[in-house]
T-cell receptor
Framework: AQKVTQAQTEISVVEKEDVTLDCVYE???????LFWYKQPPSGELVFLIR??????QNEISGRYSWNFQKSTSSFNFTITASQVVDSAVYFC????????????FGKGTSLLVTP | DGGITQSPKYLFRKEGQNVTLSCEQN?????MYWYRQDPGQGLRLIYY???????QKGDIAEGYSVSREKKESFPLTVTSAQKNPTAFYLC????????????FGPGTRLTVL
């Protein structure tokens, strides 16, 4: 069963628009971690954020912000004032104790930002 | 510079041949992981190792084998038993289980002809 669901396969926006990437997860563990990674065309995954299950504070880093809500099992990612360089595939991932904290990835959302 | 290296970047093999993908890290990380990425499928875990001389199967271990003889190295062998080996393979490492931010290598794109 898919533990991390990214319902949006592809999103296309015009530069300077705000965009939100959705992530819904499923776990029975009380201790777990959630991540977002960016994969540009070069292929290498770039770490963006980690959030543990006990910290529901939203986080902002420049144009990036994350909204973690345990009540809805969601960990959404918003890019404000998108730029062409934001074009990439974005992955949400879940890490649980029973799998040695290996990452369980969603299928990714491909974001295209056009000028 | 510290990081994870994977070699080669592109690899071509004939069907039926075993092939070994290299993964080396100099970050002094205990844990290492192998993932496979297919178009539209996201990344799936093949094997992971939390300590030297120990490793566990991930979700899609069939047709693959690994070894962890040194902390720095976690090579992956794609055997002839793997039915669809053509894919993008990514290696990752993390400090320990408790510090599980994973860093990824640049990947190896394997094509079986």
């Amino acid at each position: 069963a898919q533990k991390v669901t990214q319902a949006q396969t592809e999103i296309s926006v015009v530069e300077k628009e705000d965009v939100t990437l959705d992530c819904v997860y499923e776990t029975r563990d009380t201790t777990y971690y959630l991540f977002w990674y960016k994969q540009p065309p070069s292929g290498e995954l770039v770490f963006l954020i980690r959030r543990n299950s006990f910290d529901e504070q939203n986080e902002i880093s420049g144009r990036y912000s994350w909204n973690f809500q345990k009540s809805t099992s969601s960990f959404n990612f918003t890019i404000t004032a998108s730029q062409v360089v934001d074009s990439a595939v974005y992955f949400c991932a879940l890490s649980e104790a029973n799998s040695g904290y290996a990452l369980n990835f969603g299928k990714g959302t491909s974001l295209l930002v056009t000028p | 510079d510290g990081g994870i290296t994977q070699s080669p970047k592109y690899l071509f093999r004939k069907e039926g041949q075993n092939v070994t993908l290299s993964c080396e890290q100099n970050l002094n990380h205990d844990a290492m992981y192998w993932y496979r990425q297919d178009p539209g499928q996201g990344l799936r875990l093949i094997y992971y190792s939390q300590i030297v001389n120990d490793f566990q199967k991930g979700d899609i271990a069939e047709g693959y084998s690994v070894s962890r003889e040194k902390k720095e190295s976690f090579p992956l062998t794609v055997t002839s038993a793997q039915k669809n080996p053509t894919a993008f393979y990514l290696c990752a490492s993390s400090l320990r289980v408790a510090r599980n931010e994973q860093f990824f290598g640049p990947g190896t794109r394997l094509t079986v002809l």
